[in-house]
């Protein structure tokens, strides 16, 4: 058994699926601009580039740092940027690329091996922007199960009410009677198939968007399993706090709550409005720091507050997001919140329903996790009032 805590300020780039294995940054040519204050629009420079060539924000100064965040933001949300789990290829690599799906897609009814081959490479890929985006494994402390272990944890408090997940976005009570617990598993899974009428009309994309598509099945239904489990374990203990604008005072309550359990506030997770409040507030000038990095932006990390990790779903497409406008929520240090275990790991496989009389061939892919959360003074919910 493994246990492990990922909450990242610094991750590593994606690696295309292609046979050099390079490194590709893109987006380098990104306009910089201002947001019109009166339209929301983006006012774009002719001459600027929003990143400079270490990949940070051209910024002199925290306002600046934000407001280009906010100009980031709103590029992604037009599509005009990849999004951090998308991949960047060289045309060449896209070439390569569609090579091997044509080949894959061109092999006799039954014949699944080379698909099979591109399944093995995207399971990993798609493990690895898990890694980095998903809210749940860097929230809860990971556990890596070996074959036959029961997954018994030891909790520090019995004859308390803890909350599980039991299906996906499904969260329960749970009491606890001893001082361990067995959280219970369910599974996770995401499919694409396509027919051949679409794989020929756009080989080249067809396998970009079947990454992207069982990234987002299997991403959203680990975070929206969490936010279940944060929404009833919040109201257990600790006070919902109600705001109208979120600042300094709105959040020092809220953090107060977990601290005056001796317990310490790791990260915050919210909806990108409030985020707005705070970018846009005088109020908050001396508080934040903004991140500036091009990756970690991408992964939805704004700023350091008050020494909280401050991370947001504005960042991913809108089928994505698993906030509610107006929503934020604290989280204590995972060790202390508690515990998602991997029971068995992402597998990807190809499909075939060719021998079925069907038209179709694609990817598969599943896990099965277990979330539980027995410590509910390690989370807070924070509202923006009507």
Do not use: C
Request: net charge neutral; hydrophobic share 45%; aromatic share 6%.
């Amino acid at each position: 058994m493994s246990m492990s805590s990922p909450y990242k300020k610094n991750a590593s780039r994606m690696t295309a699926l292609a046979s050099s294995g390079s490194e590709i940054d893109g987006n380098a040519s990104v306009p910089a601009g201002r947001i019109n204050p009166r339209t929301g629009n983006v006012i774009s420079s002719n001459t600027e580039s929003l990143f400079g060539q270490n990949g940070h924000l051209n910024a002199g100064s925290k306002a600046e740092a934000a407001e280009a965040g906010a100009v980031f933001h709103k590029r992604l949300e037009k599509g005009q940027v990849r999004r951090a789990f998308q991949r960047d290829m060289t045309t060449a690599q896209r070439q390569v690329q569609a090579d091997r799906v044509r080949m894959a897609f061109d092999a006799p009814a039954g014949d699944i091996r080379g698909l099979q081959a591109i399944a093995q490479v995207m399971g990993n890929e798609i493990h690895t922007a898990l890694g980095r985006e998903s809210f749940a494994r860097n929230v809860l402390m990971l556990q890596n199960l070996n074959q036959g272990e029961d997954g018994r944890i030891t909790v520090e408090r019995k004859d308390v009410v803890a909350y599980q997940v039991m299906e996906a976005g499904v969260a329960v009570p749970a009491e606890i009677r001893q001082f361990f617990a067995y959280p219970a598993h369910f599974s996770i899974a995401g499919q694409v198939l396509m027919t051949n009428k679409e794989i020929a009309a756009s080989p080249n994309d067809m396998l970009e968007r079947a990454y992207n598509k069982l990234v987002e099945q299997i991403l959203r239904q680990e975070d929206l399993s969490l936010i279940a489990m944060a929404r009833r374990a919040a109201a257990a203990v600790n006070d919902l706090v109600l705001f109208g604008t979120m600042t300094p005072a709105i959040l020092s309550r809220a953090q107060l709550q977990i601290t005056g359990w001796t317990l310490p506030v790791a990260s915050m997770i919210m909806s990108y409005d409030l985020w707005n409040d705070i970018r846009t507030d005088p109020e908050w000038a001396n508080y934040f720091d903004p991140v500036t990095k091009k990756e970690i932006l991408m992964e939805g990390s704004v700023s350091e507050l008050f020494g909280i990790q401050i991370v947001t779903d504005g960042f991913r497409d809108k089928n994505l997001r698993v906030l509610d406008a107006g929503e934020a929520f604290l989280f204590t240090a995972p060790e202390a919140l508690g515990v998602m275990q991997i029971r068995t790991d992402l597998k990807t496989t190809a499909v075939d329903r060719y021998p079925l009389g069907e038209d179709k061939r694609g990817f598969f892919a599943s896990e099965t996790i277990g979330m539980l959360l027995p410590h509910s003074r390690g989370v807070v919910r924070m509202l923006r009032g009507a």
